[in-house]
Each structure stands twice: as structure tokens, then as C-alpha cells.
């Protein structure tokens, strides 16, 4: 009777149409963009040279759309809650020696905050602008003495008001380039353009119909490296700049400009601890800063974080078609440090312990993977890739709303 319960709760999972998110990474500590030690099919987002190791496959990340926040922590004509994600998936595919994929609905997390940010600020020139949907990513790699691999992405906007007329646009698009020799490998991201046009009088400083104001970002990198010291021990090194400037249409002078810093250098470990269980952990030291001007007062404000992180994760067969896995991180020691016209505050990190588990189960050729729970709380680490992590949504408590929430299907044929 037992066996034909667990089989019955498996298959729920499995049938369920409910939301869904990057479970397996997120349940072991990671960023749901990939890793910079932990072998997996996202790990595409950063270096695309990944493609040649995952041929032949399907990915589904149900989620929920109607959000205005790449994570779906913020609602648009929905109103989703802040464990669902926005769907999104691909396939990849071969064509002779050479690999290539199409992937759907991938948002960038950095220009959502981006977005969120200036559209958050009140008593300013500040309006509502819209950010990317309908993202598409190609992806192409092949293998010649090394494997590399490059991947463009785009996504866009638009809407018109029938009450002013003012047209609002978004647009966005980059490149990926990355290649992975033997124990090396080194990936670049380059955020070519990101512009959004026309914003919302919110505040009833805009004049709506001109639809002059415009927030454009700067020329983003994420530039980085992995080196492979043994089978279980592979160090790390990332650095990424980017920002935006604001330009409320009124002058020449950029009204408000941010430029973005972070640094990350790490080390990964990964061990098979039995025939059918692996330990994982990661140890980095981090640092953000982040300056803003404001061009109509002159004002200067940076704002700097420092950040030693830890996490522990584990991955284990209980049954031939079930896994288990689970992690724990918190920042060992990080602070908070802000400068201004009216002095320094310094704050240390508080909250940062993490504890995620999920479920993997595999079907002949599909796999499913859930994200069981998480107790919330501030990130403990920046993410692999430079945008944000997004399991801060639970409680800790074990439920099948948070589970069936966190759903994604691999299909490899």
C-alpha cells in the first residue's frame, strides 16, 4: 500500500499543471542560471559551450506569465505569489558536428531590478517604464580541439496608451561566448543595448504625451573563469560591471545615472560520497559596490557590500527513479557599507541562512524535478551569473503549493 502511495504522489507531481521553478540548482544552493562547479544543462546561460554536452533534449519550466519581474515577484495584469516563476524552456538539437538550441522566455533578473528600481522611486521625475518579455536565446557550438559555443539573445516591448497616445518600448539584446578546454574553461556575457522609452506619469511631473524620457543601460559584461583543480575541486573567478542612466527628456543632463561592480573568486567542491550520493560545497569571497549620481543636485551616493558565503549540498538516488537533495548557505561574515553627503553607514549582514530541498524523478527519458521548500531570508551569496536568486519564497514548511510551483520537465531524445 505504501509503494502505490509514493508511486500516486509521484505521478501527481508529475500530471500536475501547476507553476513552476529551476528546482534542482536553487534545491542544491545555486543560482537558477547555472553553476560555476555543478554540472548542469543551465549552466548554458553563462558559458554557451555547455550546448555540446546537453544534445538532443527538451526543457520545460512551467511558471506563471503576467508578471513584471523576471522571478515573479511583482504583477502586472496577474498577481502571482513570490514562489512562482515565469515559464519558459527549449530544446537543443544537432546538425552534423555542430549543436545548436532555441530557448523561450529566459528574462534577465538584472534589468527586471533595473526596471523595478527607477519605477519604484517617488517625488521624482520618476515614471513607470515596461521591461523585456518574449525573450528568445539561439545558441550554436561545436567542438574543434576545444568545445565552444555562442548564444544571442533578444527581448522586447511595446505598448501604447489610448488615452495620451504616448507609445512605450522596451528592447534589449546581447551575445554569449564561452568555450571549455579540458580542465578550463572561460565564458563572456555582453549586454550590447538595453533601452526602455516612455514612462507612465505616476507622479505628474512627466509630460505623458512628449514620451521623451527614456532609461538606457550601459554597456554590460560578465566576464569569468573556471579551472578544474582536480575531479573534486574546481576554483572560480567573475566579474561583471553594468548600470543605466535615467534621462527624464527635460535637459541635456542625464538626471540619474547607477554603475555596478561585483567581484567573486571561490572555490567548488564536489565528492561521491556513496555508489549513489554526492556532497557539494562552495566557499567565495564577494563584493558589490554600486555609485549613483543625480545630475540635478550633483549628489554622490556609493554604496558597497562585502560577502564571505558558504553552502553545503547534497544530492542522493533513494530509488532508481527517485532523488533527493537539499542544501544549506549563509554568509559567514559580510557587511553592508554606504557613503553619502551626510556620512558612512556601515551594517553587518543578518538573515542569511538558507535551507532548500527538492525532489528529482525520472520516467524512462523524462525527468521531473520539484523544489520542495525554502526557508526565505536574504541571499546568501550574489548569483553565479549576476542576477538574481529567487528562493526566498516559503516558509520552511513541507506543502504541496510550494511544491507544485517549483516544477520543471527534461525530456532528452
Do not use: C
Not at 64 to 76: H, I, K, L, N
Not at 304 to 328: C, F, M
Amino acid at each position: 500500500m505504501r509503494n502505490y502511495l509514493t508511486l500516486a504522489f509521484a505521478l501527481l507531481i508529475a500530471a500536475s499543471p501547476a507553476l513552476a521553478s529551476r528546482a534542482r540548482l536553487e534545491a542544491l544552493g545555486e543560482s537558477k542560471n547555472g553553476s560555476l562547479y555543478i554540472d548542469d544543462s543551465r549552466n548554458i546561460f553563462y558559458n554557451p559551450a555547455f550546448i555540446n554536452n546537453y544534445k538532443k533534449k527538451l526543457w520545460l519550466e512551467l511558471g506563471t506569465s503576467g508578471s513584471t519581474s523576471a522571478d515573479g515577484t511583482a504583477a502586472d495584469t496577474a498577481t502571482p505569489s513570490t514562489n512562482q516563476m515565469k515559464p519558459e524552456g527549449g530544446f537543443s538539437n544537432t546538425m552534423g558536428d555542430f549543436a545548436y538550441g532555441l530557448y523561450l522566455g529566459h528574462e534577465s533578473d538584472r534589468t527586471w531590478n533595473f526596471i523595478s528600481g527607477i519605477n519604484s522611486l517617488s517625488g521624482t521625475p520618476y515614471g513607470t517604464f515596461i521591461g523585456p518579455t518574449n525573450a528568445i536565446d539561439f545558441f550554436f557550438g561545436g567542438e574543434a580541439g576545444i568545445k565552444w559555443g555562442a548564444n544571442v539573445f533578444y527581448a522586447g516591448n511595446e505598448s501604447k496608451s489610448a488615452t495620451n497616445g504616448m507609445d512605450q518600448t522596451f528592447s534589449e539584446y546581447g551575445v554569449r561566448l564561452g568555450v571549455i578546454a579540458s580542465q578550463f574553461q572561460a565564458f563572456a556575457t555582453v549586454g550590447i543595448a538595453a533601452k526602455a522609452v516612455g514612462a507612465q506619469n505616476v507622479n505628474a511631473l512627466i509630460d505623458t504625451t512628449g514620451a521623451t524620457d527614456q532609461l538606457k543601460g550601459s554597456l554590460a559584461l560578465d566576464l569569468g573563469a573556471t579551472y578544474a583543480l582536480s575531479d573534486n575541486h574546481t576554483v572560480f573567478a567573475k566579474f561583471t560591471t553594468n548600470g543605466f542612466e535615467y534621462d527624464n527628456g527635460a535637459s541635456t543632463a542625464k538626471y540619474l545615472s547607477v554603475a555596478n561592480t561585483t567581484a567573486e573568486l571561490g572555490i567548488g567542491h564536489k565528492k561521491d560520497i556513496t555508489k549513489n550520493s554526492n556532497v557539494f560545497a562552495r566557499f567565495e569571497a564577494a563584493y558589490a559596490q554600486q555609485a549613483t549620481t543625480t545630475a540635478s543636485t550633483g549628489a554622490k551616493t556609493t554604496a558597497k557590500q562585502w560577502n564571505l558565503p558558504l553552502s553545503i549540498g547534497v544530492e542522493t538516488a533513494a530509488l532508481s527513479w527517485l532523488t533527493i537533495r537539499g542544501s544549506i548557505a549563509e554568509s559567514i561574515l559580510g557587511q553592508n557599507i554606504g557613503t553619502g553627503t551626510s556620512g558612512t553607514g556601515r551594517s553587518n549582514w543578518f538573515g542569511s541562512t538558507n535551507v532548500a530541498a527538492g525532489l528529482g524523478m525520472t520516467f524512462g527519458d523524462v525527468q521531473i524535478d520539484g523544489l520542495v521548500a525554502t526557508t526565505g531570508g536574504a541571499n546568501s551569496s550574489p548569483d553565479a551569473i549576476g542576477d538574481s536568486n529567487s528562493n526566498t519564497a516559503t516558509n520552511g514548511t513541507f506543502g504541496f503549493s510550494n511544491m507544485l510551483t517549483r516544477v520543471s520537465m527534461t525530456y532528452n531524445f
